[in-house]
């Protein structure tokens, strides 16, 4: 069994926001598998389906970014799944928008949602895609910049990113593991 969380907030205020690029990427593989955000678990919209014989889970926490982590360790906890099972999808300042960086491990980077994953999971040793958002420009305050949606002239990479996130994605869930994961996709624009 796999688990892969995308990170966003949770509500139509935040629908399409830079922040929500999880969402977002959670989104696009439900589209391509056919499955629906059907069911709440641990405060978590979650769906669910088989691929290559094993069961796939999507969640998005809908806790708000800030608390990610007390959803998605009573998830795991539940389907008794470790670190080396799941994939987290989230937004990075450091990366263009476009681009997405795989890695197994890392700090949190300033990253409140991975902040919470690291404190509740008592590791910051789990599979990664940061999807890249770049930095606001013109003095603009991160937490603004994070919360607004992307301008219509950075759509078509963000969705090049989006649908590149899914397949790395899928890829991994089908049976690949992380390490050959990030070697397929970390090249990939």
């Given at each position: ?5 995308g ?12 922040h929500?690029?999880?969402f ?36 998005k926490?809908?806790t ?88 219509k002239?950075?759509?078509?990479e ?5 649908q ?26």
């Open positions: 069994m796999k688990l892969i969380v990170l966003g907030n949770p509500g139509s205020k935040y629908r399409g926001t830079k929500n690029i999880g977002i990427a959670l989104d696009e593989i439900a589209y391509q598998e056919k499955v629906e955000f059907n069911k709440t678990q641990f405060e978590a919209d979650t769906a669910e389906f088989f691929l290559n014989g094993e069961k796939i889970i999507l969640a926490p809908q708000f970014m800030n608390e990610s982590g007390r959803s998605i360790r009573p998830l795991m906890d539940y389907y008794n799944l470790s670190e080396e099972d799941i994939l987290v999808i989230y937004d990075d300042l450091d990366l263009p928008i476009g681009r997405i960086r795989l890695r197994e491990k890392g700090s949190a980077g300033g990253h409140n949602g991975i902040k919470s994953l690291i404190a509740h999971l008592g590791t910051n040793e789990f599979n990664r895609i940061k999807v890249g958002i770049d930095r606001p420009k013109n003095g603009k305050e991160v937490v603004s910049y994070v919360l607004s949606t992307f301008p002239d950075t759509h078509e963000m969705l090049k990113a989006v590149l996130s899914a397949e790395a994605s899928l890829y991994w869930a089908s049976g690949h593991d992380f390490v050959n994961t990030m070697n397929q996709f970390n090249s990939k624009k």
